[in-house]
């Protein structure tokens, strides 16, 4: 028989590699409940017009990356590539903002049709974070200084912050009208795909990849030049907080980001040592976002950012997450196992991880111990079980001494 692989782009995450994920997550939802936010799951699948509404028609997710497939009532249905269009439904359905604004956070995969690199899968996995219904810059700046609170839990240092602002949709006519002059002016280096989007989306040209396009789009006219005055006092304002709670920050006006329903802030998070996929995290404000969605006028404003690349920074700043294993029993003949199994529910009735070895030779079941990074290993032999003591090896100081196992179980241990 052939053996079956894993579809390009989707990664298994194995046991080895799990621990960095599990201090990451429980450090993220740690952080996240002090700032107030809530847990929220919504569906992995939501119908297709939700993303092509939502993150607009012409990006790249949804003209070239979306999973889309119709079911078997004929109905388009697309994996989500992102969360916050699924939330803002949820929010929506459900009224759920009824009471007043909300901060809510989900986890889980995500699926982009790109072309898998180091950093960048087909399905990826996101924690997202949205502050649903806030008006003011004080939530754009809590939410930034709540990802430098969790960069620094997770030891990460090496990591740039660059915000910008997108202006409101009304003052993005005059800037679209000057960046179609431009790019008009440029025509003669315009990719098929940027002679389209001048059309319909000139904004996106923004987001070529395309190098031969690099050097012009450096040069186009840049949308923090078109502010309104809202917009601008908006920005001068996250600005004062942002210096006020001492982090450093780059005004980068390049950043546009590659959906369509931001506004006002935008933001990303940088790192230099993780390779070409370099953005760990991105988000800003979508104040139009609900109307487009069917909602009622509710601004907001969200983050999200991607595990695989998180979990190599951690891995760059030479993370390690610490073995939880406090006891590993070694045993061997059937009362040794018998015994042994007894004795890791007494341990584990005290709270404490406790991981059984296989029975048979002690050489191998050493060595497992040792591999599991247990703080104790336990003995039990036939020697053991007629003397009622076991063999307690400490496995830092590497000395072992024996001990009723009357006083192991109900003793200081
Ligand atoms: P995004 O910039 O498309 O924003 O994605 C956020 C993060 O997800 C990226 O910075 C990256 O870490 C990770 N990511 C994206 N695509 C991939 C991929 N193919 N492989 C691995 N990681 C990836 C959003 O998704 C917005 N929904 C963020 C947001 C929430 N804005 C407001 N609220």
Sequence with gaps: MQKIQAIRGMEDVLPDASPLWEKLEDTCRDVFRQYGYRNIRTPLVEPT???????????????????????????????????????????????????????????????RYERPQKGRQRQFHQFDVEALGFEGPDVDAEQIVMLARLWKALGIRNIELHINSIAD?????????????????????????????????????LDSKNPAMQAMIEDAPMLIDELGEGAQR??????????????????????????DYY???????????????????????????????????????????GIERLVLAMQAAGAKAASEVAYFIAHSGDSASVLAFKLAESLRDKGNTVVLGTGGSFKSQLKKADAS?????????????????????????GTQQVVSQETFINGKN
């Design 49 to 111: 017009p939700l993303f092509v509404r939502g993150i607009g028609e012409v990006t790249d997710i949804v003209e070239k990356e979306m999973y889309v497939f119709k079911d078997r009532n004929d109905e388009s249905l697309a994996l989500r590539p992102e969360a916050t269009a699924g939330i803002v439904r949820s929010a929506i359905e459900h009224n759920f903002l009824y009471n007043g604004p909300m901060r809510v956070w989900t986890v889980g995969p995500m699926f």
């Design 169 to 205: 949709s009304a003052d993005r006519k005059a800037h679209r009208e000057k960046l179609v002059a431009y790019f008009e002016r440029h025509a003669s280096i315009l990719d098929e795909d940027a002679k389209r989007r001048l059309r319909t989306n000139p904004l996106r040209i």
């Design 234 to 259: 908006h920005f001068e304002e996250l600005k004062r907080l942002l210096t006020e709670a001492g982090l450093a920050f780059r005004v980068n006006p390049r950043i546009v980001r590659g959906l």
């Design 263 to 305: 506004n006002r802030t935008v933001f990303e998070w940088i790192s230099p040592e993780i390779g070409a996929q370099s953005t760990i995290a991105g988000g800003g404000r979508y104040d139009a976002l609900f109307e487009q969605l069917g909602g009622k006028p509710t601004p907001a404003c969200g983050f999200a950012f």
């Design 373 to 397: 990074g247990a703080r104790f290993t336990v003995i039990i032999g036939d020697n053991e079980v007629a003397s009622r003591q076991v063999t307690l090896k400490d496995m830092r100081a």
